[in-house]
C-alpha cells in the first residue's frame, strides 16, 4: 500500500533553515507529481509547494517563493523541503502528499516550529 513518512520537522529559530524529506512507498514514485502542504494551528490545509514526476516543474505559494525548494530524488523514492529564512508564520504540520489513481494519499505529518 501507498506509504509516505516525513522527517525532519524541529524547533528552528526565525531566520533559521530546515530540510524536511518524505520517504514514499508502494507506488511507481517516478510517475506522480508530489506535494508539501501544511497545517497552522486554527487554519485550513494549505498547499506549499509541488513538483512534477520527473521534477522538471515545480510550484510555490506566494508566502514561501524564494525561501523554499522542493526537489525529489527518484532513485531515493524521496521528496524534499529545504527551507530557508523561516519565519514564525511558517510554523506548522508539513504533510507529504501525491495521488495514485485518483486517490489523495497523505503521510502523518512532521511539526515545524518556527520560534525564538
Known amino acids: 500500500q501507498v506509504q509516505l513518512v516525513e522527517s525532519g520537522g524541529g524547533l528552528v529559530q526565525p531566520g533559521g533553515s530546515l530540510r524536511l524529506s518524505c520517504a514514499a512507498s508502494?507506488?511507481?514514485?517516478?510517475?506522480?507529481?508530489m506535494s508539501w502542504y501544511r497545517q497552522a494551528p486554527g487554519k485550513e490545509r494549505e498547499l506549499v509547494a509541488d513538483?512534477?514526476?520527473?521534477?522538471?516543474?515545480?510550484n510555490y505559494a506566494d508566502s514561501v517563493k524564494g525561501r523554499f525548494t522542493i526537489s525529489r530524488d527518484n532513485a531515493k523514492n524521496t521528496v524534499f523541503l529545504q527551507m530557508n529564512s523561516l519565519k514564525p508564520e511558517d510554523t506548522a504540520v508539513y504533510y507529504c502528499?501525491?495521488?495514485?489513481?485518483?486517490?489523495?494519499?497523505w503521510g502523518k505529518g512532521t511539526l515545524v516550529t518556527v520560534s525564538s
Open positions: 508502494g507506488f511507481t514514485f517516478n510517475n506522480e507529481r
Open positions: 502528499n501525491t495521488r495514485v489513481r485518483y486517490i489523495n494519499y
Open positions: 513538483i512534477t514526476n520527473l521534477g522538471f516543474v515545480t
